[in-house]
């Protein structure tokens, strides 16, 4: 068997899953598959981008898919005129001074000789500026969560199309990463990756926090979307046509047609990047990129420039995170900061991309269908497994009350098996880098 047959045959068996799905589970179902598995994908091109391609090892791949994901909210939600009357500018010109702070304290860093005066210096204009930053900043927005807090508190958005948030996602995303870049890229791998994972929590907790620009723990919900809702779409006569033919009811029918229009937009972007990624992969710049990954002394030696090389590839990983964060508030309608978990989203991804095969943008996208299936499908899998092994019990069994409760735990044993057993008998992934 060839490569690309091997490759075809793969996905092929990937696509059969899900059709089984939709027919002995549900339609909505396996298109809610697709559609996380498709948003999944364009993340975990994103890490291959940084690991696959230049050995970046990034942790904090939920802070740039956070902070993506905001952009939903800015461009989408209709302003709150009340809010910005009541300390909107005020906001805004905190922040302005806020990183006016910071980068007089930067200018003072350089300008000066190193020694005693330049701390002092340094510490007078961070200890200034934070007293008149916060003379300005915290009443304002006090001053906007207080307006209609049940439902509003925050600034809004600029009521624009929903779909102009996902470049908006990535720019976000990008400009973020220019900054933790310059910082930390020049760590040893295994700081970088402390590091990141702490920006990654630093970020998300701004999320929880900033009421005034997200709402915090309250979430933004009622998010505009990209294409018609179910409820519009079931007084469409071909949809109750569709229904009737199908056996669905209208409802049902609704649902898939809003997940099949979803899926159709994320699978325009996902060849869109991955036509990118393979031409640049493919390129003398993705060669390049290889060959500081496998030996950066050695690269060095040549006249490239790594640092230069590592921060470009660090921001391309992270733009389209973010764009894959823009696309998820798109697909749920609202912005929950509390739901980013840096962690165990962060592990979820680098599976993607181990199982499917580090350095092949095809095999990270394999990868994310493989293991966002595995997901979905482990608990109700898990729930069959203890019913059987213990439908000897009575109903009234310890052990058999205990099982069931914990079988939706199943799935964090069957990500770590995944992961092990490809690591054991495919540690290069399904498919390969060649």
């Known amino acids: 068997m060839t490569f690309a047959i091997r490759n075809i045959f793969l996905f092929g068996l990937m696509a059969l899953a899900l059709v089984f799905t939709g027919m002995y589970q549900s339609w909505p179902l396996a298109l809610t598959i697709v559609n996380m598995a498709l948003i999944s994908a364009i993340m975990a091109l994103g890490v291959n981008m940084q690991w696959g391609y230049a050995g970046i090892f990034n942790v904090g791949i939920m802070g740039f898919t956070a902070f993506g994901g905001l952009a939903a ?18 906001a805004i010109m905190g922040l302005m001074l806020g990183a006016a702070t910071i980068f007089a304290a930067i200018i003072v860093y350089r300008k000066m000789a190193p020694g005693k005066l330049r701390g002092l ?33 925050y600034l809004g958005g600029l009521g624009l199309p929903v779909i102009l948030s996902w470049p908006l996602g990535g720019l976000m995303a990008a400009g973020l ?3 933790v870049g310059k910082v930390a890229l020049g760590l040893r791998s295994d700081y970088l990756a402390i590091a990141t994972l702490g920006i990654s929590e630093i970020v998300i907790a701004v999320l929880k926090f900033e009421v005034w620009l997200t ?23 071909w949809v109750q046509a569709l229904a009737e033919r199908t056996g669905l009811s209208v409802s049902e029918m609704a649902r898939v047609v809003e997940l099949v229009s979803y899926a159709a937009l994320f699978t325009i972007v996902l060849a869109i990047l991955i036509w990118l990624a393979e031409k640049a992969l493919n390129s003398p710049w993705g060669r390049m990129m290889r060959a500081i990954r496998d030996n950066e002394v050695a690269a060095r030696a040549m006249g490239k420039d790594v640092t230069r090389r590592h921060l470009m590839i660090f921001i391309l990983g992270s733009a389209t995170c973010g764009l894959a964060g823009a696309m998820m508030v798109t697909l749920d309608g609202q912005l929950t900061p509390g739901s980013y978990e840096p ?67 199943t799935r964090l044993i069957m990500m770590g098996a995944a992961l092990l057993l490809m690591l054991r008998f495919a540690p290069r992934g399904l498919i390969p880098e060649r």
């Open 215 to 237: 709402r915090g723990v309250n979430n933004v919900s009622g998010i505009p979307r990209p294409v018609t809702r179910p409820v519009e779409l079931q007084t469409r006569e």
């Open 177 to 179: 990463a220019f900054v």
């Open 121 to 153: 210096s340094i510490a007078l204009v961070i200890i200034v500026g934070y007293w008149i930053t916060s003379m300005i900043y915290g009443p304002a927005t006090h001053a906007i969560s207080r307006v209609n807090p049940a439902v509003d508190g």
């Open 343 to 409: 962690l165990r989203f962060t592990f979820l991804i680098w599976v993607m991309v181990i199982v499917g095969g580090s350095g092949n943008n095809w095999g990270a996208v394999l990868g994310a269908f493989v293991i966002w299936f595995l997901w979905v499908q482990a608990e109700p899998a898990g729930r069959w497994f203890m019913d059987t092994i213990t439908s000897g019990l009575g109903p009234d069994s310890d052990l058999r009350n205990h099982l069931m409760t914990q079988a939706a735990h």
């Open 73 to 90: 909210v800015l461009i989408a939600m209709p302003p709150v005129p009340d809010a910005w009357a009541a300390g909107g500018l005020g």
